[in-house]
């Protein structure tokens, strides 16, 4: 966590901010957190460490976050945005069932190995990717 606060505080320092004691507090409370969080879940958490944060410095921290190379936007085709930690989460990509929400993290070595075939038949050296895949879960499909 020492290493993500200081890759935190010198892209804050290199692009002009201030690395305040609030920011440091949120990239605390994020940094402790696994899974896919909103801007909305880590402000909540956030506040019970202290209320006089705002939601706008939590999301503008989060996104800063994001900008830094810590955090990964997630995207679970509901409009909402969640962030998960980079540092914490191997390469994964995402299960999504469009009736209940249930989300399921995954790793294929076959996926991966065709993405990396299908990418150098055409000519591309890839650099990352995201995948969901959505679909009804087994409770869902059940009802």
């Known amino acids: ?5 200081k890759k935190f505080t010198d892209y804050v320092t290199a692009n002009g ?4 004691p609030q920011r440091r507090l949120i990239a605390d409370v994020f940094l402790k957190q696994s899974g896919h969080l ?3 879940e880590l402000y909540d958490k956030v506040r019970k460490e202290d209320p006089s944060i705002g939601q706008a410095t939590v999301y503008r921290t989060l996104k800063l976050f994001s900008d830094a190379g810590l955090a990964k936007e997630v ?4 409009g909402m945005t969640r962030y998960e930690n980079i540092d914490e989460t191997l390469h994964h990509d995402h299960l999504i069932c469009i009736a209940c929400g249930r989300q399921v993290e995954f790793m294929d070595a076959d996926i991966e190995k065709l993405q990396e075939n299908l990418a ?3 000519g591309f050296m890839l650099t ?3 995948m969901y895949l959505y679909g009804v879960c087994p409770a869902c499909r059940k009802k």
């Open 1 to 5: 966590m020492k290493q993500n606060i």
């Open 17 to 20: 901010l201030k690395f305040t």
């Open 75 to 78: 995207h679970f085709g509901d």
């Open 38 to 40: 909103s801007t909305e």
């Open 128 to 130: 990352s990717h995201h």
């Open 120 to 122: 150098e038949r055409h």
